[in-house]
T-cell receptor
Framework: DGGITQSPKYLFRKEGQNVTLSCEQNLNHDAMYWYRQDPGQGLRLIYYSQIVNDFQKGDIAEGYSVSREKKESFPLTVTSAQKNPTAFYLC???????????????FGPGTRLTVT | AQSVSQHNHHVILSEAASLELGCNYSYGGTVNLFWYVQYPGQHLQLLLKYFSGDPLVKGIKGFEAEFIKSKFSFNLRKPSVQWSDTAEYFCAVNALYGNNRLAFGKGNQVVVIP
């Protein structure tokens, strides 16, 4: 059963702690993405990766870090430097990194992070 | 940079009413256009997409959208909504030959009253 897995569904942390959100896909997609969703803000891109061992900053990368050591995995670390980390985090993937390929993004179920 | 505008963030309507959600984007080149839907407690999923060809695109669950290039718009429509259409709807734009990123609008929260 192909898809994107994000774990855990809910995550609670104390302020000042780093936390890593997991994202795994078995769709054999090249590209992966992390978004942050806040009420009334839509989806804002944090980081994206178009190929293994490479990634680029999105619109709101400050306070976040990522790695892409394997094609199927793209973990996101929310660091203590992120000023407002409480949010719903969505991971997505797409089939290819070329503009001429189908560019639909497939989304995971999300992780709701609460930092107190 | 691409930007996507969705107006009327909250929409409340009765079953059987017609729905139209506006989406405007600011990019002058070739674009791919998408509408995604997020039902309560579910994954964000694709409703429909436009890549090329017929500007009137049909999606799942009776939705359709029309691409009007001259107006930089990709409005979503459904002639008769059901209670199960209660969801948040997002328009997204990908500019071809750019950096292959999707720009999302802020979403429309649609509530259908039985």
């Amino acid at each position: 059963d192909g898809g994107i897995t994000q774990s855990p569904k809910y995550l609670f942390r104390k302020e000042g702690q780093n936390v890593t959100l997991s994202c795994e896909q078995n769709l054999n997609h090249d590209a992966m993405y992390w978004y942050r969703q806040d009420p009334g803000q839509g989806l804002r891109l944090i980081y994206y990766s178009q190929i293994v061992n490479d990634f680029q900053k999105g619109d709101i990368a400050e306070g976040y870090s990522v790695s892409r050591e394997k094609k199927e995995s793209f973990p996101l670390t929310v660091t203590s430097a992120q000023k407002n980390p409480t949010a719903f985090y969505l991971c997505a993937s797409s089939i290819g990194r070329e503009a001429t390929l189908s560019y639909e993004q497939y989304f995971g179920p999300g992780t709701r992070l609460t930092v107190t | 940079a691409q930007s996507v505008s969705q107006h009327n963030h909250h929409v409340i309507l009765s079953e059987a009413a017609s729905l139209e959600l506006g989406c405007n984007y600011s990019y002058g080149g070739t674009v791919n256009l998408f509408w995604y839907v997020q039902y309560p407690g579910q994954h964000l999923q694709l409703l429909l997409k436009y890549f090329s060809g017929d500007p009137l695109v049909k999606g799942i669950k009776g939705f359709e959208a029309e691409f009007i290039k001259s107006k930089f718009s990709f409005n979503l429509r459904k002639p008769s909504v059901q209670w199960s259409d209660t969801a948040e709807y997002f328009c997204a734009v990908n500019a071809l030959y750019g950096n292959n990123r999707l720009a999302f609008g802020k979403g429309n929260q649609v509530v259908v009253i039985p």
